[in-house]
């Protein structure tokens, strides 16, 4: 493989001025074959061309110019089952209780913004009686390709968001980031169809938190996994 060069759209962004985390790590991922882990090490930068150089032991540095933006890692395959299972009207009833602002940093993420009309609406809130954060998410026709199915890097980007308010259940929510990510997709998620999506949160350590998610069907069939690790920013 020979170096790549990408490109993370404007209109997919998490912070206002910087790409959506899971986004980014899900158009990173596609640089190597197989299971990969994404380590962000900077603000992606949108609407810039970044260039993907592979290296020797099978992984790949995402670069913009000589800044080391981020690294992806060949992995095992992502081993990981949800805690709960969470219907679709649980989530619906979860999705109220959604502790996003209109007027934070996280306000016009292409996922989860409530400041921004065309956001996925992925709004996960706690789950009455149940350690998990949920929402209902019906993937529009422009997240899918061709076959109707729901482009990898969107279901990367699904499985990030929400798990912010998992790393912080039942807690006062800290400015954090995605640190890095793995996803695991085993099954079609086809646009149009309505989807549970969970988070769950696994360990802290520090400013450390690491987090699992899952893409679930209407039968509650999980289509796609997640885990990811959240850093909280010093104030």
């Not at 899971?22 to 949108?46: K, N």
């Not at 999506?197 to 039968?219: E, F, H, Q």
Request: net charge negative; with cysteine.
């Amino acid at each position: 493989m020979g170096a790549e060069t990408l490109t993370v759209p404007g209109r997919f962004n998490g912070p206002r001025d910087s790409g959506n985390g899971g986004y980014s790590c899900g158009l990173f991922a596609s640089l190597i074959d197989g299971p990969a882990e994404v380590s962000l090490r900077a603000p992606v930068p949108v609407d810039t061309e970044l260039r993907g150089e592979p290296r020797d032991d099978g992984g790949a540095d995402i670069l913009d110019g000589d800044m080391l933006v981020a690294t992806v890692e060949p992995a095992e395959e992502l081993d990981l089952e949800a805690p709960e299972t969470v219907n679709l009207d649980e989530a619906r009833e979860g999705s109220k209780l959604y502790r996003g602002v209109e007027d934070g940093p996280f306000s016009h993420c292409f996922v989860c913004g409530l400041a921004r009309k065309d956001a996925f609406g992925v709004f996960a809130g706690e789950v009455e009686g149940k350690r998990v954060v949920a929402s209902p998410w019906t993937p529009r026709a422009d997240a899918a390709g061709g076959d109707g199915t729901v482009v990898d890097e969107f279901i990367w980007a699904v499985l990030d968001c929400p798990t912010y308010f998992a790393a912080y259940y039942g807690e006062d929510l800290e400015m954090s980031v995605l640190a890095r990510q793995q996803v695991r997709i085993d099954g079609p998620v086809r646009a149009g169809e309505e989807h549970v999506v969970i988070a769950w949160p696994i360990s802290t350590d520090g400013r450390k938190r690491l987090t699992g998610s899952a893409l679930l069907n209407a039968k509650g069939e999980t289509l796609a996994r997640g885990q990811v690790l959240m850093v909280a920013i010093p104030a």
